[in-house]
């Protein structure tokens, strides 16, 4: 493309990188026989350009170019002159610049400027080939080293340099001069050199890019021995194979698949499969369907589960399956497997996710089991119904249902929300599980939470056809102390004598527990007959199986060896989960080790567990959830989650529904960090903002040695050279388009704002804080208090009293970020009680009571935050304060959309809690100043006429300024430029 020379007279931008121990950002070289590490002053720097003619024919090259700092020569620049065959050259005066910014072009409007970015050189001798960047000599006579020598290959992945320079100094011998000799390009990522050493047997080096960043080992410089060594994120390998090295090509297919299995749900069919093995890794598999009136069909997939669906009734299906390795090569087809589908159930259609920007949508958090009751057939106790105080209560455990939801998704909706988060929906097994986090059927929805016209697809249906969308808990850490059906479930020992006949049920080969259906023999809905042995089952691998460990159970009764699940015990396979209790929180076992003796810890890095996973969740991807909330997010490695279960999350939604579709589902992690400084206790790796990322550089093709290897980097890395982005930040009042092309897929629960609401301004300047380093903050999700913790790591629900309860409400409805409430907080729901005591109190006194009783009798929502009509309990519930106050929020910020998606600044705004938000799209500017309870002022801001979207004030600023007095503790002010004047009436704390 042709560009006008008068365009290069602007004044290019400059970029630098930081990486490891560097100079300053004034030119600095090495002391002699030192590496980079301190500047000293330069008289005269120079520098040698030389260019490739081959590839363009020009008549003429010119040079046009400015020292860093400088300004640009008069256009067309300076002629080159004849070096060698294929070469012109220039050399350059730069004075004290530590480089020069450059194009040339041919004195005729001809330009090479690198595609509008322009060539950043350093100085030195410098080649510019084809676009590539190099620190050479063409035209230099090659020489034969005498002596020892040692040939170098560097590699710049983990730095993204476009050339590479060592700066060398053989034992005993003296420095080479900065920046060094120029590395030669070796293959993609690799930089290579051959040094003569005469008599020395090794060499201190450091590299650096040529234009001012170095990598001296973290100061300590490298040495590197005669002979061939590679240097790869700061280390030496010695003798080292030649990295750049052609590989013979792959024609080795993979093994055939096997143990291939397929069970018919109606007309929809689970296929799953062993891996193959291959010589260098399986790609994908191929699964060929045959039977039916479509014919054959072939489908594609990444995991060794798949759910067919859409099938014919009644109708016998074949399948075959081939592994396919990333060179193509095939495997054989897998024995043949049949399956006859049956009568098409009675059942809604699947949904479809609403698939529009999350944060426009504020999350109400409901306990699925504990917020309405809409069908009591579903109830269930469970084992500790008595012992908790719950049968006293007449409040068992499983009570709400989504029965009751839909039925009460008018209360949510004329609350204001528009999206709900319900706790984990897949069947749960153990003796307290009605929370949903014990998962042991990944693949079926919980019976206990379903009622006859009122399945878990019906709820997504129905939230939908209301504008709502429905937010999935999700749980890829662990499963239940029983294990996961269908992965593997282990064998306890236990005998029914008289002292345990009150716990294991007899065994009924009939039938198999759904958590709801009671088991006839024992009359127990909370059956384990299918989970005890007192032989010894094949392939025992718990130690002492039987055997009385000499110990005794709280009632006195003996207890035995096996007789409960425990990752050290043995009776769980490495293949499938971790053998170990986690003993530093914030080490690398609280990634690999169990939580809990309920909590059975998967091993995510096995490809078993992770095709288990990622073809369960498919399943409600597929039903139309809108996204998923994951549990215990930070017990996975990073690189699991941006290699395994992210990828295959985005890759289901765009294969269902599309780009689009896949772009809005919204996926937040729980990354708990339960400390109030910005990274958790210096420690990266367990920190929120780490897991928005995507990984900067390649680890082993081995999950599990990838996840140590990434562990292990991050944390030398430190802190301080973490990534950083301004996605959440005007530039200055301007919205900018973000920068998402590092972004991981997860976004996470904003733990340090959530640490830090025991008061609003400590939330407030501890969310500001930490926002550079989350890849963007303004997706955050926020909230005060939670089914686990309060403020603080408090174990009671918030009690700080009303007054503080507006002004939070008021700071995360109109702040970065995305307004989430657990249910009931609207009314101060159990202010003050403890959250959770597990059985040893009874629900009704907990943070997790059923709140069904604020919710009797009939509501219906005319539109977000607006009641048509409501009767009985849920009338008076609607009637609180906080109600009114959120409904009232909850309009504003519909209403805006800086409120929404906007970025934000408090530069030049004074004021506690104030700050300007603004987002920008097509048509739309939306741009508002806001302050929560205290008085700002706000300067430097665009003058016009601002409207107050809570008074309807109008101010027309016309010198940038515009001063708010304090509106009071809950209250605030939303100064919006060309606002649509006051939203909602007056309230108790909005007024």
């Known amino acids: 493309m042709k560009r006008s020379p008068a365009r290069r007279l602007r004044r290019p931008l400059t970029a630098m990188v930081i990486t490891g121990s560097l100079l300053s950002l004034v030119h600095t070289v090495p002391r002699t026989g030192e590496s980079p590490a301190e500047p000293v002053a330069e008289t005269a720097n120079t520098a040698t350009v030389f260019y490739y003619t081959k590839t363009r024919n020009w008549s003429q090259y010119n040079l046009h170019y400015a020292p860093d700092g400088g300004s640009w020569t008069t256009v067309p620049g300076v002629a080159m002159e004849a070096a060698c065959t294929d070469w012109v050259k220039r050399t350059v005066d730069l004075g004290t610049a530590t480089g020069l910014q450059a194009t040339f072009n041919n004195g005729s409007g001809t330009w090479d400027n690198n595609g509008g970015a322009n060539y950043a050189l350093g100085t030195g001798n410098i080649t510019v080939k084809d676009g590539v960047v190099a620190h050479s000599d063409p035209c230099a006579d090659p020489e034969t080293p ?36 120029g590395m030669q390009a070796a293959c993609t990522g690799w930089w290579k050199q051959t040094v003569a050493l005469g008599s020395a047997a090794s060499l201190k080096a450091a590299f650096n890019n040529g234009n ?65 093995t291959d010589n260098e890794g399986v790609a994908k598999y191929q699964v060929t369907r045959s039977g039916g009136g479509a014919g054959s069909t072939v489908t594609d997939v990444g995991s060794t589960v798949l759910t067919d669906t859409g099938l014919e009734e009644r109708t016998e299906y074949t399948y075959t399956v081939r592994a396919v390795d990333a060179a193509g090569n095939v495997s054989p087809a897998s024995e043949a497997v049949r399956v006859t589908t049956g009568a098409r159930p009675d059942a809604p259609a699947p949904g479809t996710p609403l698939g529009t920007d999350p944060r426009k949508d504020p999350i109400y958090f409901v306990l699925t089991a504990r917020f309405h009751d809409g069908d009591s057939a579903n109830n269930r106790g469970g084992s500790q119904h008595v012992k908790s105080g719950n049968a006293a209560h007449d409040d068992p455990m499983f009570r709400g249902d989504f029965k009751g939801l839909v039925q009460k998704l008018d209360y949510i909706k004329s609350l204001g929300f528009s999206a709900v988060w319900v706790t984990p929906v897949v069947l749960n097994r153990s003796d307290y599980d009605y929370h949903g986090y014990h ?41 239940s102390r029983w294990g996961a059906k269908g992965l593997f479930t282990p064998k306890v020992y236990g005998v029914r004598d008289a002292e345990w006949s009150w716990y294991y049920d007899e065994h009924n080969d009939g039938f198999e527990y759904d958590g709801l259906t009671v088991e006839p023999k024992s009359g127990k809905s909370y059956y384990n007959g299918d989970l005890w042995s007192t032989a010894e089952p094949s392939g025992n691998t718990c130690v002492n199986w039987g055997r009385p460990t000499g110990g005794k159970s709280a009632e006195g009764y003996t207890l035995y060896n096996c007789q409960w699940p425990s990752p050290t015990s043995g009776m769980f396979p490495s293949a499938f989960y971790h053998r170990c209790w986690i003993g530093n929180w914030e080490g690398e076992d609280s990634r690999s080790c169990w939580l809990h003796e309920d909590l059975a810890d998967f091993d995510t890095e096995s490809a078993a567990v992770q095709n288990y996973l990622i073809g369960a969740y498919n399943k409600y991807i597929d039903m139309g959830v809108d996204g998923f909330r994951v549990d215990t ?6 690189t699991t989650w941006n290699r395994r279960f992210l990828p295959a999350i985005q890759e289901r939604v765009t294969q269902r529904f599309g780009v689009e579709a896949a772009r809005n589902f919204f996926v937040f992690g729980e990354v708990a960090a339960f400390v109030n400084d910005k990274w958790n206790r ?101 909230y005060v208090d939670s089914h686990d913790y309060g403020p603080n790591k408090s174990s009671e629900r918030y009690a700080g009293g009303t007054d503080a309860w507006a002004e939070n409400m008021s700071l995360m409805w109109t702040f970065r970020g995305i307004p989430t409430l657990y249910y009931g907080s609207e009314i101060e729901f159990q202010a003050g009680k403890k959250i959770d005591c597990g059985p040893s109190c009874p629900l009704a006194t907990t943070g997790r009571a059923y709140y069904g009783d604020h919710l009797a009798g009939e509501v219906k929502a005319a539109d977000f935050s607006q009641v048509e009509s409501a009767s009985g309990a849920v009338a008076a519930t609607l009637d609180k304060p906080l109600v009114k106050h ?36 097509g048509s739309t500017d939306s741009f508002a100043l806001v302050t929560v309870t205290d008085g700002a002022v706000f300067s430097g801001v665009p003058n016009g006429r601002y409207v107050d979207a809570v008074t309807g004030d109008v101010r027309q600023v016309t010198d940038g300024t515009l001063t708010v007095a304090a509106p009071g503790k809950g209250n605030l002010r939303v100064y919006v430029l060309n606002g649509p004047g006051r939203i909602g009436a007056p309230g108790p704390y909005l007024k």
């Open 146 to 181: 005498s002596g020892n020598t040692a040939t170098v290959y560097y590699s710049t992945e983990a730095f993204g340099w476009s050339t590479a320079n060592i700066h060398y100094q053989p034992a005993g011998g003296s420095w080479t001069t900065v920046p060094g000799i």
């Open 633 to 638: 997010a930070v017990h996975i490695p990073r």
């Open 212 to 276: 001012g960043t170095w990598d001296n080992n973290n100061g300590a410089d490298y040495t590197i021995p005669v002979g061939t060594s590679t240097v790869k994120n700061r280390t030496v390998v010695k003798d080292a194979d030649d990295p750049c090295e052609a590989e013979p090509p792959d024609t080795e297919a993979p093994t055939a698949p096997t143990a291939v299995s397929a069970s018919a749900d109606g007309v929809s069919v689970v296929l799953t499969w062993e891996a193959s």
């Open 886 to 921: 959120v409904q009232r929020l909850n309009r504003i910020r519909r209403a805006i959309p800086a409120l929404q998606m906007g970025q934000y600044s408090t530069e030049n705004i004074s004021g506690g809690m104030a700050f300007k938000r603004r987002w920008t799209s």
């Open 682 to 782: 210096g420690s990266v790796n367990h920190s929120a903002q780490f897991y928005t990322w995507k990984e900067r550089k390649q680890y082993d093709a081995d999950d599990a040695k990838a996840a140590l290897e990434m562990y292990e980097y991050e944390q030398q890395l430190g802190t301080s050279n973490q990534p950083t982005s301004t996605n959440a930040f005007l530039q200055g009042n301007s919205y900018h388009t973000p920068d998402h092309s590092q972004f991981s897929g997860m976004n996470v629960i904003d733990m340090r704002m959530h640490m830090n609401f025991g008061d609003a301004r400590n939330a407030f300047s501890n969310g500001k804080d930490s926002d550079d380093s989350y890849n963007d903050a303004t997706y955050n999700v926020v």
């Open 439 to 479: 998962g042991y059927d990944f693949y079926k929805v919980d019976p206990r939470l379903e009622s006859a016209g009122a399945s878990y697809q019906d709820l997504i249906n129905a939230a939908h056809a209301k504008g709502m969308k429905i937010y999935q808990d999700v749980v890829y850490n662990h499963s």
